[in-house]
Every structure is written in C-alpha cells, then in structure tokens.
C-alpha cells in the first residue's frame, strides 16, 4: 500500500520560504501514470491545489500561486518537494501531498493522499 | 470563490438518501471527468468516486456517483453516523491549466 508522508517545518515566519518535503514508500516515483501533487487546506476552510510534479520534472502550478511556487522531485529519494516564497498569514494551511493518477489530464484523480501537515506562518 | 460550486451544507437522517451537486463550466466538467473526496473530521482527504462513477475499492455501494453536462452529482443512500463528513469535488480545467476543487459541503446526520 502506498504511502506518502510530509515533513518539514510547522511555524516559518512572515516573508520566509516555505519549504516541505513528501517522501514516497512502499511504491516508486517513477510510475507514468502519475504526477505528483501539493493541496493546502487554511483551518476551517476547503482544499486549494497548489501544483503538481511529473517524475521527469514537469510541473503544473495554480496559476494564483505560481509566482511563489517551486514544485520539484527527486526520483533518487523517492520525494518531491514543495518551496513557497513569500509567505504571509494567508498561507497557514494543513497541507497535503497526493498521488495522482491520469491518463489524460482531463482523465485523472487524487488516488492517495498523505496525512497533512500544519504549517503556520507567524512572526 | 471556489470555481466549482457545491451547496455548502446538506443533511439527512439515517437511511435515507441525499445528494450532494457539484456545478462547474465547459472548461471543467463539461470536459474532464470528476471525482469526489470524503474528509472525515480531523482527518486527510479519501478518493470516494473517480472518473464520475467509478468506486475505489473498499468504497460502499451506498455511495454513487454521476455526471450530466457542466454538472456533477454524488448521491447518498441508506445514510449512516458515518458517513457526516465534508465532501469535495473536483476536475481538471482547461482554462487554468490545473485542477479544482468544489467548496466542499458538510454533511449531517441528523
């Protein structure tokens, strides 16, 4: 059974980078049927998609975000990673990676999803 | 402002059956297939339903899922305590080169 697990920092300040990472187990990165995604959820409120990342290197960002957004993999650890420049309050969110299969892009779902992790951006 | 719109909240009583919409466009549903997320409280989003219909495995048939034009639906049946959780849909868009997600609506078990 897949699992993905996030890890990084719970508080970052205001203006700093936000920076996690989603290590992969018990299944390969690689696979060509999925891209590999971020989705931030602020307390109390719905899901956002931030990006997601092929394991050749594509990426696909939230065009609201894309300016702060830096989504990359790294098939060798079996991860991929979120950076998210500029953060403000706003950004405090639970956030999640996922496993996303397609076929096409207008043929896919969120088929597994990591626990979250609350990060916090707070002076 | 969600670009997929669900109703924000929905309700029924044990054993009956509800259903949850899911409004999009032609650049979104009109065009791509929609799955369906089940967040129980304090916990990660689940696949409930994917591409419109399909169930994941270990996903009870109670649970059905469909799709007409720009709009989606999932439906309830024989509701149960269990089952009070946040829902989520969401596609591709087009127009955004990305994925959505509805608002999310709560759903209570009376």
């Known amino acids: 059974q897949l699992q993905l697990q996030e890890s990084g920092p719970g508080l970052v300040k205001p203006s700093e980078t936000l920076s996690l990472t989603c290590t992969v187990s018990d299944g390969s990165i690689s696979g060509s049927a999925y891209y590999w995604g971020w989705i931030r959820q602020p307390p109390g409120k719905g899901l956002e998609w931030i990006g997601s990342?092929?394991?050749?290197?594509?990426?696909l960002y939230n065009p609201s975000l894309k300016s702060r957004v830096t989504i990359s993999v790294d098939t060798f650890n079996n991860q991929f990673s979120l950076r998210l420049s500029s953060v403000t309050a706003a950004d405090t969110a639970v956030f999640y990676c996922?496993?996303?299969?397609?076929?096409?892009?207008?043929?896919?779902?969120?088929?597994?999803w990591g626990q979250g992790i609350l990060v916090t951006v707070s002076s | 402002q969600s670009v997929l719109t669900q109703p924000p909240s929905a309700s029924g009583t044990p054993g009956q059956r509800v259903t949850i919409s899911c409004s999009g466009s032609?650049?979104?549903?009109?065009?791509?297939?929609v799955s369906w997320y089940q967040q129980l409280p304090g916990t990660a989003p689940k696949l409930l339903m994917y591409s419109n219909n399909q169930r994941p495995s270990g996903v009870p048939d109670r649970f059905s899922g469909s799709k007409s034009g720009t709009s989606a639906s999932l439906a309830i049946s024989g509701l149960q305590s269990e089952d009070e959780a946040d829902y989520y849909c969401a596609t591709w868009d087009d127009s955004l080169n990305g994925w959505v997600f509805g608002g999310g609506t709560k759903l209570t078990v009376l």
């Open positions: 990342v092929y394991y050749r290197g594509n990426t």
């Open positions: 996922a496993r996303l299969w397609f076929r096409e892009l207008s043929w896919s779902y969120f088929h597994s």
């Open positions: 032609s650049s979104n549903i009109g065009s791509s297939a």
